[in-house]
C-alpha cells in the first residue's frame, strides 16, 4: 500500500492547484457578448453576479486552464479541486463517475449551454464525452440547486459554455497511446451576425483498463459545435447545436472485449428581449440526445441499447425592480422519451415535466438576499417543491461572510423505475443543505472557508430478501440515508508572474443506515497547483491527493489513498502559435478509482496551436 500521508505532504509542498479564476458574462444582458468579466457568474442565479454577493459557493475554470492541460479530458480538470472525487474504469473514453461533496454521482447536474445532458435511464452525465476545445468556460456551484433546475441538483451544478468570439484557430496533439487529435475552429462576424464553427476528432489505442487483463482498449470521438446568433441593442437569436459521437472500447464481466457506439448532442434556440430597464426576457428551446448501442450481441444474439430523448422550453422572465433588486420568475416544460433494450429486457418510458420557479435577488448596503422556490410536476409521479436561501455580509471590500440552506431532489430514473429490479412507486430522492462560507482577498492573496452539511433521504437501494446467490426475487426501494457533513478550505495567491492555489476538503460522507463511509467518496482530499511565468514560456505543477475509500457498497473492498502530480509546460512562439505539453502521473504512481481497473500510467502530451 502507497504511503498516503507522504504523498499528501509531496504533493502539498511540490504542487498546487490549477488556477481557476472565474470570468464570465453578463448574459442579463442581451448586448453583453461573452466578454470576460472576473468574479462573475451565472449559473448560481440564473443571470450574472459577482462571487462578492453570492451566497454560495462556485467555481469558474477558465479558456487558459483547459488549453494549459494539453492532452487532458474533463475529469482530468475537474478533479483538480478538491471535494470533486472522480471514479472512471479505466482510461479517457472510459465510464466516468462524478461525486461532488460526498454526493452520489447522479446528484450532479450537469448542463450545455443551459441544456441538460444527464439521460433519463441512469441519471449521471457521460463525463467522458465531452471534448475540451469546444469549451469556453465551466462553472461549478457546489450544494443544491434544484430551486432552479430540477432534479439531480442535489449535490451541484456543472454548467458547459461552449466557445464563442472572433478567431480562426487549428491545433493538433499527439500523445501516449498512439493518442492523435484534431481540432480546428473559425469563429466572426458581420454587423449583427456572429457565427461560429468547432470540428475535432480524437483517436487514441489507450491501455489496459482491468488490472486482471493485459488486453488494451481505446476509444474514438468526433465532434462538432455550431451557432448562428443576431442581435441588436434589444433583441438576441441564437441557433446553435453541440455534438459528439464516437466508439469506447472495454471488457465486460468475463474480460472479453467489447465496444459501444454513443452520441451526446445537444440542439438550442435561445431569443432574449430587453424592455425599457425595467425588465427583460428569455426563451430556450432545446432538444438532447444521449444514446449508447453496443456492437456486439448479447447472449440472445441481440444488441444492446439505450436512448434518452428530452425536449424542453425554458422561459424566463426578470423584473427590474430597483438597481439593486432584481425578481426572476420562470416556466419550464418537459417531455422525455427513454428507450432501452438489456439482456433482453427492454422498456420504452415517457415522463412530462412542468415547473414554475421564483427567485428574488435584493440587495441593500453591504448585504444582498437570494431565495428562490421552484414547484415541479411530473405526469403520473407526483410533485417536489424546492427552495434556497441564502444571505450574504462584505464586511468590507475584501471580506464576506454567506449563509445557505436549500433543498434538493432527484426523481428516480428509468432504470430505477422499469429496468432490473424496477419500482414504479419509487419515492424521489431528496436533500437538506446548510453551509457557512467566508472569503478574505488581501492584496494578492485570497482564503476560503465553508463549513456545509448536506442529509440525504429516501436514496434508492436494490434490496434482495434471498440474497444474490439464487434469482433475482429484490426490488429497488427508498431505504437508505446519508449525511454529508465537512469543511472546504481555499487559498490562491497570484502575482504577475507566479500563481499558487490549493483547496482541501474534510468531510464525513456517511451511510446512516449502515453506518458506513459512502462508496469512493474520500474523507480527505487536496488539490494544489504552481504556474510560472516567464514571459513566453510558463511551467507548471498540479496535484491531487485523496485518502483511502470503499469501493462500493455490496463488497468489502477499501480503495487505499493516492497521490498524483501532473507537469505542464507551454512556450508562446509568436502572437499566433504556441506549443504546450503535459506528463500525466509524473511519479508514475500504481492507483486505482474502481477496484480492479488500472488508472492512468507515465504518459506525455504535446499539442501544437494556432489561433489568430
Sequence with gaps: MRNTTGAILITILATGLLPCLPVNAAEGDVNADRTELDDVVVTATRHAITQDRLPANAIVIDRATIERNVGADLADILRQHAGLDVARNGGPGAATSLFIRGTESNHVLLLVDGIEMNPGSIGGPALQNIPLDSIERIEIIKGPRSSLYGSEAIGGVINIVTRRGDRLAASATLGSFDTEQLDGSYHGSQGNWQYGLDLGSERSDGFAPRADSAEERGYERDHGNGYVRWQNERAMLELRHWEAEGISEYLGFFLEPLSQEYRNEMSSIEARLAGDDSWSARLLLGRGVDEIRQRDPNFLGEFDFVRTVRDTID?????????????TAGVYLEGSEVDSL????????????????????????????????????????GSETTWNIGWNHRFSEAQRLFIAAGTGFRLADATDRFGFGGNPDLEPESSENIEIGYSA????????????????????????????????????????????????????????????????????????????????????????????????????????ASSERPDSPFSTAMLPGYGVVDLTAGWDIDPNWSLGLRVQNVGDRDYQTAEGYNSEEQSFYLTLRFQQ
Design 315 to 327: 422561459w424566463q422572465h426578470d423584473f427590474f425592480l430597483s438597481d439593486d433588486h432584481r425578481l
Design 342 to 381: 438489456s439482456f433482453g429486457e427492454g422498456y420504452s418510458e415517457s415522463t412530462d415535466v412542468t415547473a414554475y420557479y421564483l427567485q428574488d435577488a435584493v440587495g441593500f448596503g453591504d448585504n444582498s438576499m437570494i431565495s428562490s422556490v421552484r414547484y415541479s410536476d411530473f405526469d403520473a409521479i
Design 441 to 544: 482577498d488581501m492584496a494578492a492573496h485570497r482564503f476560503e472557508a465553508t463549513v456545509f452539511r448536506n442529509d440525504i433521504d429516501e436514496l434508492i437501494a436494490y434490496v434482495d430478501p434471498d440474497g444474490f446467490a439464487g434469482p433475482a426475487t429484490g426490488s429497488n426501494v427508498n431505504i437508505d440515508r446519508a449525511r454529508i457533513e465537512g469543511i472546504e478550505l481555499a487559498y490562491r495567491w497570484h502575482n504577475l508572474a507566479w500563481r499558487f492555489d490549493t483547496e482541501i476538503i474534510i468531510q464525513d460522507p456517511e451511510d446512516l443506515t449502515t453506518e458506513s463511509q459512502l462508496a469512493r467518496r474520500a474523507r480527505r482530499s487536496i488539490s494544489a497547483s504552481l504556474v510560472r511565468e516567464f514571459g513566453a514560456f510558463s511551467l507548471g505543477l498540479a496535484g491531487v
